[in-house]
């Protein structure tokens, strides 16, 4: 007798539930299922109604049961097309050729959106690359396009480039910068791939960006001279003072081998606090970076000058910005220091991609954002090898997370 359980709750759609088994041995719910046989047999390629040749049977893993890993029995109609041709209806329930249900997949898709594939893989028994692959096709079946030749009402948009691992498999990432979405993932780092991604991009929508929001290489920068010619470059804050810090870096260690040793112990350990700014050090930090500087003028003039130049992005005149910008450049060619004359001179080359700040109050805020997300998926991944796998999840980090993992019908409630 079969047991009377709408396939409403259960979701297994032209089946019928004769049993559901425990396997004390394996310690698995069973759900044993028969096809409905009211239900037409239908060729899965052309639509058309069919004879039933035969009856197969799968197996397919699907979401925990009561607390035991749960396995469907299945029967599918073998569908009777011709004489030499015969095919297996559709599975509502299952994909062609899967081992796993539906919204099992849609589970541990869902899980890697949040945990290592490796915790994935043995909290539910399942092997690495069986985890990735299934997150790696859900992924693939459900992220929206980005289609550049789709793309409208652009104004602002930023690049930058993400590796898979450090020094592997390096990508361009491209962002509208107005709405923060994810528009673009390419792979490749050079002027090229941006070039052949902005050329995708219809005519019209080109031509009201007005500007590109990125670091100091040069790649993008030609791309945009390329394509945009009448875009303005914008050169983050964050980049430039990321370069700053190389600078005070480099100095600090050419003082720590000309200092005496009492000079050493004062310049050990003080990296972060020369980065750090003064109102968030503690008293005691403060006391430290104090005797710091009163004894090392190079360093303290460092530290001042660090200061001064952050102070460059509270303008909103392009022009009185660039004449702030030249006089800390006239201070930093006055010093004895190879590095800050170094750094003054990449300063005065890229004058007007940093000072173009004034004009469109541009960061790179939700690029970094993106770049710590993609960080993550890094981490917890443990060493992503499959290069079109970590596109997707640098697609899927532009999603809103609000849709449950176990439930597949609507978004979280708070």
């Not at 539930?17 to 041995?25: A, F, G, H, Q």
């Not at 559709?90 to 899980?111: A, N, T």
Request: aromatic share 8%; proline share 2%; hydrophobic share 35%.
């Amino acid at each position: 007798m079969s047991i009377n359980i709408s396939s409403t709750i259960l979701g297994l759609g032209g089946q019928r539930v004769n049993e559901i088994r425990l396997n004390k041995y394996h310690q698995t719910v069973h759900v044993i299922c028969q096809r409905d046989k009211r239900r037409t047999a239908i060729d899965p390629i052309t639509g058309k109604k069919g004879t039933v040749n035969r009856y197969v049977h799968r197996q397919v893993r699907d979401i925990p049961f009561m607390g035991y890993p749960c396995y469907l029995e299945i029967e599918l109609a073998q569908v009777f097309i011709s004489k030499n041709e015969r095919r297996i209806e559709q599975c509502e329930f299952v994909d062609k050729g899967c081992r796993f249900s539906q919204r099992f997949c849609h589970m541990i898709s869902g899980l890697c959106r949040h945990m290592s594939i490796q915790a994935v893989s043995r909290h539910l028994d399942i092997r690495w690359e069986t985890v990735k692959n299934i997150d790696k096709a859900y992924l693939e079946k459900t992220l929206p396009a980005l289609d550049p030749g789709k793309l409208k009402n652009l104004k602002y948009i930023g690049v930058d480039e993400v590796a898979r691992a450090k020094g592997h498999d390096y990508m361009t990432v491209i962002y509208d910068m107005l709405e923060g979405h994810l528009i673009g993932v390419e792979t490749g780092r050079t002027s090229d791939v941006f070039t052949d991604f902005l050329r995708q991009i219809p005519e019209e929508v080109l031509e009201n960006i007005e500007a590109v929001a990125m670091d100091m290489g040069p790649a993008y920068q030609k791309s945009v001279r390329e394509v945009l010619p009448n875009a303005d470059i914008v050169f983050d804050r964050f980049h430039v003072m990321k370069n700053f810090s190389d600078v005070i870096k480099n100095q600090r260690r050419i003082e720590f081998r000309r200092a005496n040793k009492p000079g050493k112990e004062l310049i050990k350990g003080c990296h972060y606090l020369l980065l750090k700014n003064e109102e968030k050090l503690t008293e005691k930090q403060s006391g430290r970076l104090n005797n710091l500087l009163t004894e090392n003028q190079n360093l303290n003039i460092l530290y001042l000058m660090k200061e001064q130049l952050q102070t460059l992005w509270n303008n909103r005149n392009i022009d009185m910005m660039k004449a702030e910008l030249e006089q800390w450049c006239v201070m930093a060619d006055q010093t004895n220091m190879t590095y800050l004359k170094t750094f003054a001179k990449s300063l005065r080359k890229n004058r007007d991609g940093i000072c173009n700040y004034a004009k469109y109050q541009l960061t790179s805020a939700r690029i970094e954002a993106g770049n710590v997300s993609i960080g993550l998926i890094r981490k917890r991944a443990r060493g992503i090898r499959d290069t079109e796998y970590f596109k997707l999840k640098i697609r899927q980090t532009s999603i809103p997370d609000d849709k449950s993992m176990f439930y597949l019908t609507g978004n979280l409630t708070h």
